[in-house]
């Protein structure tokens, strides 16, 4: 692959918790094409199958629980990382009103193991840590949330990530306050924020591509439950090439760029959960749902939707795809692990940067 994100990568040791998971294990394998030594701490692949078990990378893979401080300070210790980039989470909102003890440990307590583990070992220059779009207190009044906006959150997951948002913030300024760079520290943080993601490789619970993929193979109608909530859809890769562009900053030791980002779609593909489908169904026949609302249903923000003015000024960072290539792309992903058995991710990559280089993106310069 192109030397992209100024060959920032190349040779670093990256510390990426969450590899075994759908965004971590798409991240995982561009950071390898980039010529990092990346080193994963996850609990195992959690579904089956599992991107990551499909894509059998060569690289480290250590089994571990973000919440075991001891075993994570272990790993810093030994790999004396250059960049973390934090995803292990707990990443689901139905799960967590089931288990909100082990959602607010894994999405808060993690963080903050993560960044003690990084005050603890000087090697670190630059850290990631990646929470939601949901970190937001919500009014739902239609206005994008903004990198300014109160972190709050109504469920249990949201919430977690509202107080990840305020542990990072604390740890920044704490100890890897900007204006001490180079004098008191050698590490800038900064968090980052996506909307909803969808791609190839993910077969989680409770998300709707997965769901609707799964119930295409096994020949059922899946049923969905809001079908009229707005979401920020994007594919995969749009928010991992933010990350990657805020973890090349941080290493060339710009301290503009420790703090929150938000990474989104355009405001035209921020749509409704039933335009979604009736895009997928449209590229796979086979795809069969029903809707039907229930008041039954624990809360999920109606309305979410993201600002991306200061990555767009700031970073000179845009979405590279639309959403009718996303689901496009998305689908066919599918399609071809399931009726051919072959793994489109490398052509995903591929066809993403040539156009983000195309479009003269910065990252790509």
């Known amino acids: 692959m192109m030397p992209f994100f100024a060959d920032q990568y190349r040779n670093k040791t990256v510390l990426l918790t969450g590899h075994t998971g ?11 094409q980039l010529g990092a030594n990346v080193v994963g701490y996850s609990l195992p692949a959690p579904t089956e199958p599992s991107h990551w078990n499909l894509l059998n990378l060569p690289i480290t893979s250590v089994v571990g629980d973000i919440r075991d401080l001891s075993k994570l300070q272990e790993i810093f210790l030994s790999y004396q990382p250059n960049i973390v980039i934090h ?33 603890q070992t000087p090697s670190v220059r630059a850290v990631v840590i990646v929470t939601s779009d949901k970190c937001y207190e919500n009014p739902e009044d ?5 990198e300014t906006d109160p972190m709050g959150g109504y469920d249990p997951y949201s919430m977690s990530k509202g107080a990840a948002e305020l542990v990072t913030n604390s740890y920044r300024n704490s100890f890897f306050n900007p204006t001490q760079y180079g004098i008191t520290h050698q590490t800038l943080v900064a968090s ?24 295409s193979i096994s020949g059922q109608r899946v049923t969905i439950r809001n079908p009229d909530s707005v979401r920020p859809w994007q594919h995969v890769l749009e928010p991992l090439s933010g990350y990657l562009l805020v973890g090349q900053r941080l290493l060339l030791g710009d301290t ?3 703090s929150g980002w938000n990474f989104g779609p355009r405001p035209n593909d921020i749509l409704p959960v ?5 895009q997928a169904q449209s590229r796979w026949s086979t795809i069969g749902y029903n809707e039907t609302p229930s008041a039954d249903n624990p809360h999920e ?10 990555a767009q000024q700031q970073l000179d960072w845009y979405p590279v795809w639309d959403m009718q290539t996303t689901i496009t792309r998305t689908i066919d992903w599918y399609q ?5 058995n072959q793994l489109f991710t490398q052509a995903d990559l591929e066809t993403y940067v040539q156009q983000a280089r195309a479009s003269n993106l910065i990252w790509t310069q």
């Open 274 to 278: 039933r335009d979604v489908v009736q």
């Open 22 to 32: 759908f965004k971590g294990s798409w991240l995982a394998y561009w950071l390898h």
């Open 256 to 258: 503009s760029i420790a």
């Open 192 to 215: 980052v924020r996506a909307g909803n993601v969808i791609g190839g490789g993910d077969w989680a619970q409770d998300r709707l591509i997965p769901d609707l993929i799964k119930g």
């Open 142 to 146: 239609g206005h994008p949330l903004k």
């Open 336 to 340: 071809a692990y399931y009726e051919r």
């Open 87 to 119: 995803m292990a989470a707990q990443a689901l909102v139905r799960y967590s009103y089931r288990h909100p003890i082990e959602t607010i440990e894994t999405n808060v307590t993690g963080t903050a193991n993560v960044l003690e583990c990084a005050r």
């Open 301 to 310: 923000a109606h309305l979410l939707r993201l600002d991306c003015t200061k």
